[in-house]
């Protein structure tokens, strides 16, 4: 385990040591996708002490309900990112978190999304500042409130006064134009 | 193809990557997926994308994070190799059970562990506490005998001083007697039946009283058929006076007897028990005149 090597797997051979509890598995993981999984969940809770202990339970999970991900239904990575996401949401829904943090409560308003797109406008990556400014407003809202604030897709078309259609239209087009830009 | 396109672009790729959809909508989508490969195809792209977006915008945690959440998971693994099971894909449900019982298994033991010292205990302190109850019985045992034999020293102590005031009073009586010119002694002296016999009698005329004074006695020990009798000649007739017994161990020094206002002499015969009306006359033991 002290190896400071990084360690990179293919998707089949990470899948399939983890499924044989080959702890190789989870330490290739860590060094591929910690950071990415570390960029999701920070982008909905800000406290970097409690991401990354979000973090770390993320990894657990993914060790210990190994046995429920299926190839066949989507990547590992968006498996494991719906991990993080969803015990994350849990986590900000909580009461406790919401009482600790009371100046940091999400108010379901929309300033409060656009005031959050600045800290998605600071991103280190320059490609993504790129990237994010090419994407227009609206369509980010929409993909913000989706993607990082834990709304379903329901509650950010009642949010923002739109129809559930448009809405729908709308988180596609921003993950049109992030593909366009990676692909 | 319309249809395959149309549902494509409705957006519910995009929302069930992003785990939006309930359970019955996510089926729908792999039903679709697995019929139509452009729909798989299409997830994946955005799979892809949302991977590229998320790894563009990585936060490289802290430093040992990652050795820490090893060191969690890598624990969990000790446990599980240290139960003797295969390592075989099939077998990983049956390790997982295996890997929560050592976590139970290790209170569960430490208490089957604390019980048997307690059990230890307990017998140890049973033990203890039947000795002591076995030597606390025998004190007592002991207690009781003691407390026994002092009662007993303490009866024949206590009939001793009954004994002694008695005396003490009767002898006082004798030496006031003494004093007293209204007292008489009368010393009866041995008949031929048994010279060596003699005892002595006290006698108040004016208050009429009679008492055999025991401790100057010598008279043969009477059986239980016979006691003696004391008698007063009266104008030459013999007037009973009462029954007394001659014993080894008397208590009392000074037997009162029957009252007389007068008499010449005191004589003492042995008759049957309770006494006889008029005196045997050749079972006369001793005779005493009164001395005037």
């Known amino acids: 385990m002290g190896t400071t090597k990084k360690i990179s797997l293919s998707e089949e051979e990470l899948v399939s040591k983890l499924k044989s509890r080959d702890t190789i598995a989870i330490q290739a993981l860590y060094d591929m996708y910690s950071g990415a999984l570390l960029g999701v969940i ?89 990237m994010v400014t090419a994407l227009k407003p609206e369509f980010n809202d929409v993909l ?37 830009h990676f692909n | 193809m319309e249809e395959v396109k149309a549902y494509i672009e409705s957006g519910i790729l995009e929302l069930y990557v992003l785990g939006q959809l309930d359970a019955q909508e996510q089926r729908e989508v792999e039903a679709m997926a697995s019929k139509h490969p452009e729909v798989k195809q299409e997830i994946e792209a955005i799979e892809l994308a949302m991977e590229q977006y998320a790894i563009q915008n990585a936060i490289t945690p802290s430093a040992g994070l990652g050795d820490k ?27 997982k059970g295996a890997m929560v019982i050592p976590l139970n298994t290790a209170p569960y033991e430490s208490k089957i562990k604390t019980l048997r010292f307690a059990l230890a205990a307990c017998i140890a302190l049973l033990v203890v506490s039947i000795i002591a109850l076995y030597s606390a019985h025998n004190e007592l045992g002991n207690a009781k005998d003691q407390i026994a034999v002092l009662n ?28 007293d010119p209204d007292w008489k002694t009368v010393k ?29 006695m010598d008279l043969p020990v009477n059986d239980q058929q016979h006691q003696y009798q004391l008698w007063a000649i009266v104008n030459g007739k013999p007037v009973d006076l009462g029954v007394f017994d001659v014993k080894a161990d008397s208590t009392h020094i000074l037997v009162n007897m029957k009252e007389t206002g007068s008499a010449a002499a005191f004589a003492v015969t042995l008759e049957k028990r309770g006494g006889s009306v008029n005196p045997t006359m050749n079972q006369m033991v001793v005779v005493g005149n009164v001395s005037i």
């Open chain 1, 42 to 130: 920070s982008r909905i809770i800000e406290q970097t002490e409690v991401a990354e202990d979000l973090l770390q339970e993320t990894f657990i999970k993914i060790w210990n309900s190994a046995d429920s991900y299926d190839s066949t239904k989507g990547r590992l990575f968006t498996w494991m990112m719906n991990i993080a996401r969803n015990l994350s949401i849990d986590k900000i829904r909580s009461k406790d978190f919401k009482n600790s943090s009371k100046n940091q409560d999400i108010e379901n308003n929309v300033d409060f999304i656009d005031a959050q797109k600045e800290v998605t406008f600071n991103a280190d990556t320059l490609g993504i500042k790129d």
């Open chain 1, 144 to 180: 913000n409130m989706v993607y990082f604030k834990g709304y379903t897709h329901v509650e950010t078309a009642e949010e923002l006064n739109l129809p559930l259609g448009t809405v729908k239209t709308r988180i596609r087009m921003a993950i049109m134009e992030l593909r366009k």
């Open chain 2, 69 to 95: 959440i090893f060191e969690k998971i890598g624990l969990s693994e000790n446990a599980e190799k240290a139960e003797p099971i295969v390592e075989a894909v099939k077998e990983v449900k049956a390790t």
């Open chain 2, 152 to 179: 007993l020293n303490n009866e024949k102590f206590t009939s001793t001083v009954n004994f002694m005031k008695q005396s003490n009073a009767d002898l006082q009586k004798i030496i006031d007697m003494a004093n």
């Open chain 2, 188 to 216: 009866l002296a041995g008949t031929a039946m048994d010279p060596k016999a003699k005892m002595t009698v006290y006698w108040h005329a004016k208050g009429k009283h009679v008492m055999v004074d025991n401790s100057k």
